[in-house]
T-cell receptor, first 113, second 117 residues
Framework: AQSVAQPEDQVNVAEGNPLTVKCTYS??????LFWYVQYPNRGLQFLLK??????LVKGSYGFEAEFNKSQTSFHLKKPSALVSDSALYFC???????????FGKGTRLHILP | EPEVTQTPSHQVTQMGQEVILRCVPI?????FYWYRQILGQKVEFLVS????????KSEIFDDQFSVERPDGSNFTLKIRSTKLEDSAMYFC???????????????FGAGSRLTVL
């Protein structure tokens, strides 16, 4: 069975500073990894994915994430945070080719002006 | 941009009543999902649906839950006899496919908030 851990309930970052939101996963076989963002009273929106290839993947709104197989991690990063990045961020994993996608509990990102 | 639409946006029901939540997925998508989120927290997988049948379901998706795609466009979640703990935001999602081509990139609807009294 697959699982996702997001160890931080909330991350506070000053505007303009780099941000990191942590995610580790557990899955048998090759993982497909995803990040989604949720704004208040909205559904989740896809940010980026890792399927295969380069470990560093780039996504929407200047976000990127690095796949680290040895540490089973897929941390979300952005070089310079914006106040508008404040939202709830979810990491997700599926086993390659499976339909079932499991989400982490979410990390609330708060960017301080 | 294509979107997943869900109705109703909010439903209040009495414990023990049946509820049907409706979703219209993106038209060329092949995989359909229901998730639920309690109090803005963890997003929990309920069920996935492909080729007119359930492909995966979680332990939450017990006999009181069912899904249906009655007319090729709508995708419904039925809760037969609601309980207080079914109160949550229910999200429908769809995907064009699995594997490298679609890699299960989900497009979510805005959600249906269910309140069970």
């Amino acid at each position: 069975a697959q699982s996702v851990a997001q160890p931080e309930d909330q991350v506070n970052v000053a505007e303009g500073n780099p941000l990191t939101v942590k995610c580790t996963y557990s899955v048998s076989g090759n993982p497909y990894l995803f990040w989604y963002v949720q704004y208040p009273n909205r559904g989740l929106q896809f940010l980026l994915k890792y399927i295969t290839g380069d470990n560093l993947v780039k996504g929407s709104y200047g976000f990127e994430a690095e796949f680290n197989k040895s540490q089973t991690s897929f941390h979300l990063k952005k070089p310079s945070a914006l106040v508008s990045d404040s939202a709830l961020y979810f990491c997700a994993v599926s086993r390659a080719g499976d339909d079932k996608i499991i989400f982490g509990k979410g990390t609330r990102l708060h960017i301080l002006p | 941009e294509p979107e997943v639409t869900q109705t109703p946006s909010h439903q209040v029901t009495q414990m023990g009543q049946e509820v049907i939540l409706r979703c219209v997925p993106i038209s060329n998508h092949l995989y359909f999902y229901w998730y639920r989120q309690i109090l803005g927290q963890k997003v929990e997988f309920l069920v996935s649906f492909y080729n007119n049948e359930i492909s995966e379901k979680s332990e939450i998706f017990d006999d009181q839950f069912s899904v249906e795609r009655p007319d090729g466009s709508n995708f419904t979640l039925k809760i037969r006899s609601t309980k207080l703990e079914d109160s949550a935001m229910y999200f429908c999602a769809s995907s064009p496919g699995t594997g490298n081509s679609g890699a299960n990139v989900l497009t979510f609807g805005a959600g249906s908030r269910l309140t069970v009294l």
